[in-house]
């Protein structure tokens, strides 16, 4: 398992806002761990077979954890905790908080989106080779 998950779980405690799907937390000898590598299979698109040969990990708990654990809403509840750490750190060479950027009424994100489309080309079919 990487020391880097491993790390930001110890900072921000992001595991807590990954909650079981049933509603009752069951006991489960190493979920964290399980947890983890169900993350990274799914970030990585390595896929719970694949991360269960790598990390030397059950492939059930790892599917298992997946499945009950690793949803949209609680990646999303998961990402959020990771970044609210950020905004707490200091900025090294200026010893402050970070600011939280600027929001205003015409910065939505469809504006945004509008604004940086053409600055990339296009993907077409004769572009990919």
């Known amino acids: 398992m990487t020391d ?12 807590a806002r990954l909650t079981y799907a049933a509603g009752s937390e069951p006991t489960t000898a190493g979920l964290r761990r399980h947890l983890h590598a169900a993350i990274l299979a799914r970030v990585t698109n390595v896929g719970p077979v694949r991360m269960a040969d790598l990390a ?21 509840d998961a990402v959020a905790s990771v970044v609210d750490f950020h905004h707490v750190l200091p900025w090294a060479p200026f010893g402050e908080a970070a600011p939280s950027p600027p929001r205003t009424a015409s910065a939505s994100p469809s504006t945004s989106r509008r604004r940086t489309r053409g600055h990339y080309p296009a993907a077409s079919a004769t572009a990919r080779g």
Request: charge should be negative; aromatic fraction near 18%; avoid cysteine.
């Open 4 to 15: 880097l998950v491993v790390g930001v779980d110890r900072w921000t405690h992001f595991p």
């Open 56 to 76: 030397e990990l059950s492939y059930e708990k790892i599917a298992w954890a997946t499945t009950w654990y690793v949803r949209e809403d609680t990646l999303t």
